[in-house]
């Protein structure tokens, strides 16, 4: 059975940073697809990064130089390094899995709706 497992969210200021990470059972990270992505209330839910094993990794732009996604395998576990937060990035975040391919649909990170397997969420809130 494959889970996906967030923490690491919190409360932070504007310009602070935090880790997340996605501990993950069950599936295999170099053949397929992992990555981030987040939904602010109101708001659909977007990819913020995406590992692709069939292409590369995707980052949304407006997070580009400020977000690092990383990959563990001994630790089967899924990072992603927020830096210069901004108080738009205030959202609950996933880690999510799936079929690698989707970069050769899209451009920028996988598609929500191309993800199979999702964790919980774990809220990141960034005042101003």
């Known amino acids: 059975q494959l889970l996906l497992e967030e923490s690491g969210g919190g409360s932070v200021q504007a310009g602070g940073s935090l880790t997340l990470s996605c501990q993950v059972s069950?599936?295999?990270?170099?053949?397929?697809?992992m990555g981030w992505f987040r939904q602010a209330p109101g708001k659909e839910r977007e990819g913020v990064v995406t590992?692709?094993?069939?292409?590369?990794?995707s980052y949304l732009d407006s997070v580009k130089g400020r977000f690092t996604i990383s990959v563990d395998n001994a630790k089967n576990t899924l990072y992603l390094q927020m830096n210069s937060l901004k108080p738009e990035d205030t959202a609950m975040y996933y880690c999510?899995?799936?079929?690698?391919?989707?970069?050769?649909?899209?451009?920028?990170?996988?598609?929500?709706?191309?993800?199979?397997?999702w964790g919980k969420g774990t809220l990141v809130t960034i005042s101003s």
């Open positions: 069950g599936f295999h990270f170099i053949n397929n697809l």
């Open positions: 999510a899995a799936g079929e690698a391919g989707w970069c050769r649909v899209v451009p920028g990170p996988a598609p929500a709706y191309g993800m199979n397997y």
């Open positions: 590992i692709d094993n069939d292409c590369s990794t």
